[in-house]
């Protein structure tokens, strides 16, 4: 794993009045940023980890790598996740910062103190434009919080925050059972509420915490099938061939059915396709580890499922859709919130998980 980008110096005059003239305002000189929570991982280096490209994030490399060591999940998988859910940096001063950290990580060949970007020498033209590119990407807030009560990189809820703290062998246990934030069960010590809720905060926590939550609640999802009524109808129908259901169907009010109809019912729990396919390749396992992430373990279930209803849907398209698209989603989908926000929610997973955009 790579350490922290190094604490990085201002550029020489020239840049700051160069980026003034892109901006509209000189930045101030950044500070030494400080390194993430530092934490062992349980396996080999993550897979990809060399390919994994951030621009102007890259100083949660080191929160990511350490995700993807501990989880096996693909580093660009991870990154497309917090670029799903972390809010943008508003503050100039911290995007100019990041910035900065970017691209003297990316080109540690050249001595930037002594030889900074000059608009008079045609050879730092590509690299000028490179700049003015990492300065436009969206820079990820660690402090992103929304008026759900989701924080941090991962925007993690209190309660999901709170469960993971208790499941033993978490880095979220870990870390905060070191700080004397919560005692061996994981339950937070009197007094250090606010505390443990602020370690949604630290980038590092926030990252391995969501790979960790992410990929326990895919493993029990992947475990689930989806009923098919139709297929149990054909497997019965082939297991008793002397009868016509077509003609005589079943009848739960019939003794003589009672054994039939247990009998379906074994057959239609135990011969549903799976929730989540096998076979899947990096970029589409991302797709549901982010429905995981977004829905927790009964929303991915019932979305995957075909099981969500109007009223269990009514929460989630409110909080989630945007005022303004509601009606015409409403009105797209036959008035039905569960199909309208079905449909949002794919939408967006499809549109915002894109791992390739965060690979070499």
């Not at 009923?227 to 497997?235: I, K």
């Amino acid at each position: 794993m790579s350490g922290p980008p190094e604490a990085t110096l201002p550029l020489i005059e020239f840049t700051y009045q160069w980026l003034e003239w892109v901006i509209g305002a000189a930045p101030s000189p950044p500070t030494a940023t400080h390194a993430p929570a530092d934490g062992g991982g349980d396996g080999d280096a993550p897979r990809h980890a060399a390919d994994l490209k951030l621009g102007v994030n890259e100083r949660y490399r080191p929160g990511i790598e350490l995700a993807a060591q501990r989880t096996g999940i693909d580093p660009a998988a991870i990154a497309a996740i917090i670029n799903a859910e972390a809010g943008p940096v508003e503050s100039a001063d911290k995007r100019n910062q990041m910035t900065e950290e970017a691209f003297r990580f990316l080109h540690p060949e050249r001595d930037w103190d002594q030889r900074p970007l000059s608009a008079k020498d045609p050879a730092d033209a590509a690299l000028i434009k490179e700049w003015k590119a990492l300065h436009a990407e969206k820079a990820w807030e660690e402090r992103s919080y929304n008026r759900t009560g989701a924080a941090g990189l991962t925007q993690f809820l209190e309660s999901t925050w709170r469960s993971e703290a208790q499941r033993e062998g978490t880095y979220l246990h870990t870390v905060a059972l070191d700080k004397g934030l919560i005692d061996a069960d994981g339950h937070v010590l009197k007094g250090q509420d606010q505390a443990f809720l602020d370690l949604r905060y630290d980038p590092t926590l926030s990252i391995v915490a969501a790979a960790e939550y992410d990929k326990s609640v895919l493993a029990v999802v992947s475990q689930e099938t989806k009923s098919d009524p139709s297929a149990a109808d054909r497997e019965l129908a082939a297991r008793h061939p002397d009868r016509d259901f077509a003609a005589q169907p079943l009848d739960p009010h019939a003794p003589g059915d009672r054994e039939l109809i247990k009998e379906w019912k074994e057959i239609a729990a135990s011969g549903g396709a799976p929730l989540v396919p096998p076979g899947l390749t990096n970029d589409q396992m991302a797709h549901y580890l982010y429905l995981c992430h977004h829905e927790g373990q009964t929303g991915a279930e019932q979305v995957l499922g075909g099981t969500l209803t109007d009223a269990e849907a009514q929460p989630r398209f409110v909080a989630n859709v945007p005022k303004e698209q509601q009606a015409a989603a409403l009105a797209a989908h036959g008035g039905s919130q569960s199909a309208a926000y079905q449909a949002w929610l794919w939408d967006y997973i499809n549109g915002h998980i894109d791992p390739s955009g965060f690979r070499k």
